[in-house]
């Protein structure tokens, strides 16, 4: 099943990078220069890592 980004919650797990994610955090920006509202995620992967991803609010997820 896919979310867009805006649709995503804290504590939902995705699929990024073939990893499978927690979102630790979920931050909207508005729209900008070029139009769109952003989304910014903080995923930690099952091994501890920690990553950031800034990606428009309809960008599509896997959600897992």
Do not use: W
Not at 22 to 44: F, P, T
Request: charged share 40%.
């Amino acid at each position: 099943m896919q979310k867009k980004a805006e649709q995503l919650k804290k504590g939902e797990k995705v699929k990024v990078a073939g990893k499978i994610c927690i979102i630790e955090a979920v931050e909207q920006s508005d729209i900008g220069k070029q139009g769109v509202k952003k989304c910014r995620l903080e995923l930690k992967t099952e091994e501890g890592e920690k990553i950031v991803i800034v990606r428009p609010s309809d960008y599509p997820f896997e959600v897992a």
